[in-house]
């Protein structure tokens, strides 16, 4: 069975975004692959985050996950810091990447312009990103498209660590899905609707009430022209509310377009469509929330089971390499 691996940071509340680019395919994976899942907190920590807020998130993320319908039955889920060996073997990637590779990463760029000290975790994330990956042969990674460039650089370490150390690591895919890839903010269409990003209006959390849903994509920033088609280049707003019908239906977006004539029309189905999808999301939420022994427990039966994937690779990642073992 090949097996998945991918992470979602808690350095906010998940949106929309998260859950049509990548947890709704988590959720899916569970049965036709070896699903390994995971609270990426480390990587939470190239943002400024008070450390109650990190812990708070963290625990949050887990219950979201657990509410979308990730079944630690069918699934390992854990929480990044606790293996290890993410950040050891992230040492050695570290060891095998270039500057101007990592120069490269968009997202660097842009978060980077966001922070007045910019940190050095911000810069080498990509790389921690690929140790995540590569720690558990993962042939598949489930991302939305605005992972795609850290993936690229994954497969091009694990290639050029097995070119020069020897077979250590599999080269994974990235599995984007063919709607709602990209979500983006709904104030500002140009840009993706992002957690660390200050824009209430903008971004729609998977456990907002269906009252502010529907108040959110009421007041989508769309155009003038009043018309009808999908064209992501002169009307942004408009293809993202198409483009998420399109993932909530299972539609193509140029279909969606032709069902209607009004905006205000396609906004509130797509309210309604958005509510739907998310539903039982919220509704299991508070559940897993109030049973915070029993989510721990989730982490901790994770945490166990990725450790023994993650320890074995990096010993032989660490033997490749030239460290010595120990005795
Ligand atoms: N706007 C988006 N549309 C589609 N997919 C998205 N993802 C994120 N934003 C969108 C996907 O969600 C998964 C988890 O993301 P992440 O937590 O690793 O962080 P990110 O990609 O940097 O996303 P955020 O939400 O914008 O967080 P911040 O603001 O903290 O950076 C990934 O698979 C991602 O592709």
Redesign the pocket.
């Known amino acids: 069975m090949i097996r998945v691996l991918?992470?979602?940071?808690p350095?906010?509340e998940?949106?929309?975004?998260?859950y049509?680019?990548?947890?709704r395919q988590w959720v899916a994976f569970q049965d036709e692959y070896d699903a390994f899942y995971c609270v990426?907190d480390l990587?939470?920590l190239t943002?400024e985050l008070a450390p109650e807020d990190l812990r708070a998130r963290t625990f949050d993320a887990a219950c979201s996950l657990l509410a979308a319908g990730l079944d630690p039955d069918r699934c390992t889920l854990f929480c990044q810091s606790h293996v290890p060996e993410h950040p050891r073997l992230a040492w050695l990637l570290e060891c095998t990447a270039t500057m101007g590779e990592l120069n490269r990463m968009t997202?660097f760029k842009d978060?980077s312009t966001r922070q007045e000290a910019v940190r050095v975790g911000l810069f080498t994330y990509p790389v921690l990103m690929a140790a995540d990956i590569l720690a558990y042969h993962a042939g598949a990674v489930?991302?939305?498209?605005?992972?795609r460039q850290h993936l690229e650089l994954a497969r091009e370490l694990a290639q050029r660590f097995n070119n020069r150390y020897g077979e250590t690591f599999t080269v994974p895919e990235a599995v984007v899905p063919a709607f709602?890839?990209?979500?983006?903010d709904l104030q500002h269409p140009r840009r993706?609707?992002?957690?660390?990003?200050d824009s209430p209006l903008g971004t729609v959390q998977v456990l907002d009430s269906p009252q502010e849903i529907a108040r959110k994509v009421r007041k989508a920033v769309t155009d003038t022209d009043g018309d009808v088609r999908y064209d992501p280049g002169d009307k942004p707003g408009l293809a993202n509310l198409l483009d998420l019908m399109a993932a909530a239906t299972g539609q193509r977006p140029e279909d969606v377009a032709g069902k209607y004539t009004r905006y205000g029309d396609l906004k509130a189905d797509l309210a309604e469509a958005l509510v739907e999808m998310l539903r039982p999301l919220r509704e299991r939420y508070d559940a897993y929330s109030a049973d915070r022994g029993a989510v721990e427990a989730v982490l901790a039966g994770g945490a166990e089971r990725a450790r023994e994937v993650a320890a074995a690779t990096y010993a032989r990642a660490a033997g490749a390499i030239g460290l010595l073992p120990p005795a």
């Open positions: 991918s992470g979602i940071q350095s906010g998940l949106h929309l975004g998260n049509v680019g990548a947890l990426v990587h939470a943002l997202q978060k489930p991302v939305g498209d605005d992972q709602g890839g990209r979500v983006m993706k609707m992002s957690k660390s990003v």
